[in-house]
């Protein structure tokens, strides 16, 4: 039996799984000098052959690994807005205004706009230039290397595979309500289980409708994600005359410490558009539309949360807002309960194209991983007519249906948010570190500055959460400025961007750090506790399976796993392999 080469299989007999694994174990045990360490910080090219222009065929518009390219600027802006408005801003604004900021929500949706807009940026700059599916898993493995991109590319795993199942949950109950009865009248109770068939069933059937085309897939959401909208503009209609201006005193009860508490909350209403990159393959114009898909989606979204919030705290006394069902709740009270209805129709329409967004992500993500060697190559295989990746579709379905179906699991849900939050700071951090990481010269300017700059972020955040005076940490942001500024002074690499560059580097990617690793800070330490054990799993799946099986090239420094006589492990015979234990 052999390894072979880059993408290696086992070749001859495999009768025996008993010589497999002691070849396997054999192997990490003779990675003691260094080899497996360089194996893991091995970058992939920066090239630009797998996507846009260069990446075509020449048969239709379909790249040169069968995905179509069929998506414009208008496509991708409608697939953001479907990712990122779901049921969440019926909910989360009213705990925030309730609790937190008060009138001044509106603020904190705008600080929280703000502060995505930063991660924004450094996604369209690599989405823009290296049009991969894939997205944050990509360009990080172009920058910090392969093993740093796998904890990226298994945090996202984990993020689109419980948010799309923890949000199919919720479906059942804004149906049940959109029909005007309980929310939990779909759910079948069996023991400790809550059984969720509709939950179940809209995954499958939005899994078949992206197995069918991307094409499809979009007009679908676009039809969706106009229903959506529609819905919230007829809320903001029905409601304007129905505010009360005396509502907006005081406009800031909190003070500045709740703005940016409730910030804090509902930052996580616009995480979506970071999906829109892991379509980038997909994209005719990828210099162009992707940058606009990101950015105007987000923007869009801004306006329209904003004009919510404004709503809702002029009908009602921000201390009396339902925090369950604040919209609905306040147009009862206002004897429009035909408009509650459509506060439940919007919620459907926004869950339903959440789900798809985040199936959609999830079936990139495993495409991407296959296609490096890190995982099966049969979730790399894209249909011949259909363009689309049917295996890892399907997969898709039966992870996130079963979840769905069994579990309520709207905690895990919540502590996904932490994974999300890191892969911004690595996709920011990827930025800064492209743009000044100079080969000739030593890491170690940049990397104890990039250090300096986690190592704040984290301190500010713990800091801001404890009744302290809020002028506290305001000697760490002086600090953090300085530090961005000295970044400023380091030589610039010559591979910069060629296409669409985040402006005012290096302060807006270090402010996208700060803002990802900030609002870790409030996620509470159950967070902590899921993204270490689950960042170990992944290591260890990692040195068990994907370094041997990587067939990613290094940029430079990639060193082969050799023996005493540097002859390659993974071509020898196993009992040669076995000899040299000896």
Request: aromatic content about 10%.
């Amino acid at each position: 039996m052999r390894f072979a080469g880059p993408g290696r299989r086992f070749e001859g007999n495999e009768s025996s799984s008993g010589r497999g694994a002691v070849r396997l174990v054999f192997v990490l045990m003779r990675l003691s000098r260094g080899e497996v360490w360089r194996r893991c910080v091995r970058k992939k090219p920066m090239s630009h052959e797998e996507g846009g222009p260069e990446g075509m065929d020449g048969n239709h518009g379909e790249t040169s690994q069968g995905l179509k390219k069929v998506l414009d600027w208008k496509d991708l802006t409608m697939l953001g807005i479907g990712g990122i408005i779901g049921a969440g801003v019926f909910v989360l604004t009213g705990v925030a205004a309730e609790s937190k900021a008060g009138p001044a929500v509106a603020i904190s949706y705008t600080l929280a706009s703000v502060a995505s807009l930063f991660s924004a940026l450094c996604y369209s700059e690599f989405a823009s230039e290296f049009p991969i599916a894939g997205g944050a898993f990509n360009y990080v493995a172009m920058t910090f290397g392969e093993l740093l991109a796998w904890i990226v590319g298994c945090n996202l795993i984990l993020e689109y595979t419980l948010s799309a199942a923890a949000i199919a949950r919720g479906f059942s109950s804004y149906l049940s309500t959109l029909f005007g009865m309980h929310p939990t009248a779909l759910i079948v109770n069996l023991g400790p289980l809550s059984l969720d068939f509709t939950a179940l069933t809209v995954i499958i059937l939005l899994c078949a409708i992206l197995a069918y085309g991307i094409e499809e897939s979009s007009k679908f959401n676009i039809v969706i994600t106009g229903l959506n909208v529609a819905t919230i503009l007829v809320v903001f209609v029905a409601g304007v005359g129905q505010i009360d201006t005396a509502n907006y005193n005081p406009f800031t009860p909190y003070g500045v410490r709740g703005i940016f508490a409730g910030a804090s909350i509902v930052f996580f209403s616009f995480i979506g558009f970071d999906t829109v990159s892991t379509a980038a393959e997909e994209t005719k114009n990828p210099a162009f539309d992707l940058p606009v898909g990101i950015v105007g989606s987000l923007g869009i979204c801004t306006i329209l949360y904003v004009v919510m919030c404004l709503v809702i705290t002029g009908m009602v006394p921000y201390s009396q807002i339902d925090t369950n069902a604040p919209f609905s709740a306040a147009f009862d009270a206002a004897g429009m309960a035909w408009v509650s209805r459509i506060v439940s129709l919007g919620a459907v329409a926004g869950i339903t194209t959440s789900i798809m967004v985040s199936l959609l992500g999830q079936t990139r993500i495993y495409l991407v991983l296959a296609r490096e060697g890190l995982l099966p190559p049969v979730f790399a295989k894209v249909h011949e007519t259909r363009g689309t990746p049917v295996f890892a579709t399907a997969v898709t379905a039966v992870t996130a249906g079963l979840l769905s179906f069994l579990f309520d699991i709207e905690i895990l849900a919540e502590l996904v948010s932490i994974g999300t939050l890191f892969v911004f700071a690595c996709v920011c951090g990827a930025v800064l570190w492209r743009r000044y990481r100079v080969e000739e010269r030593p890491a170690l300017p940049l990397g104890w500055r990039l250090a300096t700059v986690v190592a704040l972020s984290v301190t500010t955040g713990e800091v801001s959460r404890f009744e302290e005076p809020f002028w506290i940490i305001i000697p760490l942001l002086v600090v953090l400025a300085g530090v961005a500024n000295s970044l400023s002074f380091l030589p610039l690499a010559e591979d910069g961007p060629r296409n669409f560059k985040v402006p005012f580097v290096p302060y807006v990617p270090v402010l996208g750090i700060f803002s990802a690793i900030y609002l870790i800070g409030s996620l509470g330490i159950l967070a902590y506790i899921r993204f270490v054990v689950w960042s170990a799993i992944s290591i260890v799946l990692y040195l068990f399976y994907g370094v041997h099986y990587s067939n990613i090239e290094a940029e430079s420094e990639m060193v082969p796993i050799v023996d005493k006589q540097h002859r390659p492990l993974s071509s020898m015979p196993l009992d040669e392999d076995l000899q040299e234990l000896d």
